[in-house]
């Protein structure tokens, strides 16, 4: 995009704690909220009316705010975290490491049983293995159960837009649209104010707000995406050639795995994407790569020099693993060669 | 200093959560690492050689850090954790709002006996009453003891540089430096590498990493603060400029507060600054405003429209408040003007 994404800062630029003291959230740069609606505004994939916009360093931090929001919140603690299997290994960690006294990481949402009041996180497209998801705990008239959905891989490269989102809590983060991953942006969209009120709250405490480069950089790049929205051209739409370029590594990949006979993948249902019109297949982040053989996947692709994460830690098995699409273009086609030279093992 | 601190960011650049692999602190960005040993050296406040440089989204993730990581590291928890009243208000906020089951905040260090590891904060120059400080609970001989030297203060506008400090743990902020807070750096010198590979560890949960943009940043304005040391002249180089400014400042302040008989003030030693070469006095950042009447001095200050912390959420009394001497001209202006008034009633 050359010099369309270029941001200059000068040194008296952004000095304060605060972004805007009337809204709820006031270390969110106003360029960024408005930004961060005008997108999802062109591409459809969540409801931004009436919500409280609430800016994280990236949806990592968003994620522990909204467990932490919900929390406090709720009539007796510690509430149970659940999510189903196989789950982002990182919320294991991320509700683990501080051990705190008002959640429980619970494990996995397809076998809680427990009383009580409980968050389910709901990542859809799913982290590791890009299935759509919904919630799996139905608990429909309970009070006590609260839902986080993980809404990153929400894209049209990865996905069709079949809807617009507009449930309680939503996440989003910068590094999953455009790859900015360094800029440590994510946003939460919230229905209640208290929980966005709590989440702030959490913010505050935890790092005093949100670095304002980031934030201004964000708010730069995803105006200019916002504009190749518009445009028909594969080469100037950013989403029309981020799909081509996951599709095509998904067609090799699934190559790669047709022509062994050792390994699988998962097949992924036509939808039809409000976004481009038309019927699309999905072209997910990471690859869901599992093993027809009783072997250690993971260790076997270690051996090969391919980096993955095991299944285990997603609350799968030793027989899946999770590998990342989203590689450069040197590190993917190293990855094809290697995963192509196991089978004829 | 007009465009010296200006920084342009490409769409391309600084994508990715990774700087430098061979880090511990793999996301430490090697200019801002390269910067903060210059400037450090520059000033010759805190020794950073044999040391590990943790960077953080501001000192406020690394202080948690740092109690996580000596936590984690500790023979038994919960760990208590003091500091000396008056202390920094947030750190209550800090070791309690998550409830973690590794560590307690045990308030006051000064009256603090509790058998066990205990982790002790010290802040020096002290927040909020500017006092230069050292431990207080000593028990030297124990290997359960622990401290988090908070040097956010320690830096030639605001106090003479007495020593090149070199503890085992010494948090610093940009945002006390020049005023940048928005950015959101912190980083800390750490003398063990499995303290601080435990605080990043904390970090990579928390938030995985730390803005670049931010990082980028912080680099630029440090290098060039650290060029402005070399120059003899009050306009070029910022400290002496910033001491000159916190001088007129706390004069005025003082001669307000002489005018009236209703309110009193810290006196500082001076003391030789090695950075200066001669003997300074202080300039804290924050008046430790006291009252000689009988009176809540945070109510009283209220209603004459003074904003100000107080002594209470800082273990200190209701006689006593804290008030920021870095508030914009106009409104210290204001703030002199008003009481000044408060005084003739």
Not at 97 to 125: C, H, Q
Not at 203 to 222: F, H, M, P, Y
Not at 315 to 322: F, I
Request: glycine share 6%; aromatic share 10%.
């Amino acid at each position: 995009m050359g010099d369309r994404c270029t941001v200059t800062i000068r040194g008296c630029d952004l000095m304060s704690y605060f972004s805007d003291m009337t809204n709820l959230c006031w270390f969110l740069e106003p360029e960024l909220e408005d930004a961060i609606k005008n997108l999802h505004g062109a591409v459809g994939n969540a409801a931004t009316e009436d919500r409280y916009i609430v800016v994280g360093t990236g949806s990592t931090q968003l994620c522990q705010a909204a467990i932490h929001a919900l929390s406090s919140l709720a009539g007796t603690n510690p509430v149970s975290v659940v999510a189903a299997a196989p789950f982002y290994s990182t919320y294991v960690e991320e509700t683990t490491y501080v051990r705190s006294g008002m959640y429980n990481w619970e494990g996995d949402a397809w076998s809680f049983d427990k009383k009580g009041p409980y968050i389910e996180l709901v990542t859809s497209p799913n982290n590791p293995d890009g299935t759509i998801r919904e919630t799996v705990v139905n608990r429909p008239d309970d009070d006590e159960a609260k839902v986080i959905h993980d809404f990153a891989y929400y894209w049209p490269h990865y996905t069709p837009i079949t809807r617009r989102q507009d449930h309680d809590i939503m996440l989003f983060t910068f590094s999953k649209i455009t790859g900015h991953a360094g800029s440590r942006i994510g946003w939460a969209l919230v229905k209640d104010k208290e929980v966005a009120k709590k989440m702030v709250e959490y913010i505050i405490v935890n790092s005093i707000g949100v670095s304002k480069e980031s934030q201004v950089r964000t708010a730069k790049i995803l105006n200019v995406l916002k504009e190749t929205c518009k445009s028909e051209s594969e080469s100037d739409n950013f989403f029309k050639y981020g799909r081509e370029m996951m599709k095509d590594r998904w067609e090799k990949l699934r190559e790669v795995v047709k022509e062994s006979d050792a390994f699988t993948l998962p097949k992924y249902p036509e939808a039809f994407c409000n976004y481009f019109g038309k019927s699309l297949e999905s072209y997910p982040a990471f690859a869901w790569l599992g093993t027809k053989e009783e072997t250690d996947l993971a260790s076997e692709l270690r051996r090969h020099k391919v980096l993955c994460r095991a299944g285990e830690r997603c609350g799968s098995d030793k027989k899946h693993v999770r590998v990342s699409m989203l590689s450069r273009e040197d590190d993917f086609n190293a990855f094809l060669e290697r995963l192509a030279n196991m089978k004829a093992h």
